[in-house]
């Protein structure tokens, strides 16, 4: 991408790049936002980002007690 003297057309053009970029990314089926980190947990077809699998995260010590 080419710079030009007017820093605040290239970020805009920036900007529109990284959020076509963005829209290609699979989305969380909890939270429905893009999923950018390196990896995603696919259930079936359902995808989760690691912050919506974490929230489902339970000790099996709560079942034993």
């Known amino acids: 991408m080419s710079r030009t003297d007017n820093p605040v057309a290239d970020f805009e053009r920036y900007d529109a790049v990284q959020e076509r970029a963005k829209e290609k990314l699979p989305r969380c089926s ?3 936002e893009p999923i950018q980190d ?3 947990y696919d259930f ?6 690691a912050d919506c699998v974490s929230n489902h995260r339970k000790s099996t010590e709560d079942f034993i007690s």
């Open 30 to 32: 909890e939270c429905g």
């Open 38 to 40: 390196d990896f995603f």
């Open 44 to 49: 079936d077809c359902y995808f989760y980002c």
